[in-house]
């Protein structure tokens, strides 16, 4: 097969014939074409719940992701750890339309609120 095909042998960077034969050539051919699954039922994409989130593509929110990726990997991924880190983060995103604006209640950061949790206690 390298012989009938000493270009494409070259661009996979095989010497002539060095490296198989026309039947490996041919079984590799044919492992890849039943890989595609053209019988299965195909995947149909839906929507996120929320909206799209796009991404932060000037890094306006950079420090406040890598600050709670930081503090992910500082406490072996408890989230729960960072979940300061992680408000900030999202209220970066929001503030610069990264994502829709919703109700930190609504997000699960109720306890976490400055100001507003604590006028409601002592009240």
């Known amino acids: 097969m390298c012989s009938a095909l000493p270009q494409a042998c070259s661009e996979l960077g095989w010497p002539p014939c060095a490296r198989g034969s ?3 050539l041919k ?3 044919v ?3 039943t890989a595609m699954n053209f019988g299965a039922k195909s995947f149909q994409p839906r929507p996120p719940d929320k909206g799209s989130f796009p991404l932060d593509h000037f890094g306006e929110c950079k420090s406040f992701k890598e600050k709670f990726m930081k ?7 408890e989230n729960a750890l960072c979940r300061n880190e992680s408000k900030e983060y999202l209220e970066c995103r929001m503030e610069r339309q990264l994502m ?3 109700p930190l209640e609504k997000l699960g950061f109720g306890d976490l609120i400055d100001g507003k949790s604590e006028a409601k206690n002592k009240s």
């Open 22 to 24: 026309s039947r490996s």
């Open 100 to 102: 829709a604006q919703e």
């Open 27 to 29: 079984h590799s051919t």
């Open 71 to 77: 503090c992910l990997r500082d406490n072996h991924f």
């Open 31 to 33: 492992v890849m074409s």
